[in-house]
């Protein structure tokens, strides 16, 4: 499968953005898909994701009660809602799908992803 990741751009502090990951290439509803996002000189850290069936979800402390992902499978499309974006919020947003054997699963680390897109650039000024 094929991720492109899309949306980000620059917003002031308080602001909102909606990325999207666009699969092609099979089924997205194959796939638990996550975001993760690196800022520059550090590591790539999880952000959320969502398992198959779309009714599972997890979000790390940092994000939580402001950013909000969902899927919809007959666009292919997963979607990263963020709200109340902060200066610390800015690096370069990646989303990435991994194949799993039960519905009801997703993952928190880059290793356990098999597919990513090429990641989007957000920029929050304070």
């Known amino acids: 499968v094929q991720l492109q990741a899309s949306g980000g751009g620059l917003v002031q502090a308080g602001g909102s953005l909606r990325l999207s990951c666009q699969a092609s290439?099979?089924?997205?509803?194959?796939?638990?898909v996550g975001w993760f996002r690196q800022a520059p000189g550090k590591e790539r850290d999880f952000v959320t994701a969502i398992d198959r069936s779309g009714g599972n979800t997890g979000y790390a402390d940092s994000v939580k009660g402001r950013f909000g992902i969902s899927r919809d499978d007959a666009k292919n499309t997963v979607y990263l809602q963020m709200d109340s974006l902060k200066f610390e919020d800015t690096a370069v947003y990646f989303c990435?799908?991994?194949?799993?054997?039960?519905?009801?699963?997703?993952?928190?680390?880059?290793?356990?992803?098999?597919?990513w897109g090429q990641g989007t650039q957000v920029t929050v000024s304070s």
């Open positions: 290439g099979r089924p997205f509803s194959r796939y638990a």
């Open positions: 990435a799908a991994a194949q799993t054997a039960g519905i009801i699963t997703y993952y928190d680390a880059p290793s356990q992803y098999e597919y």
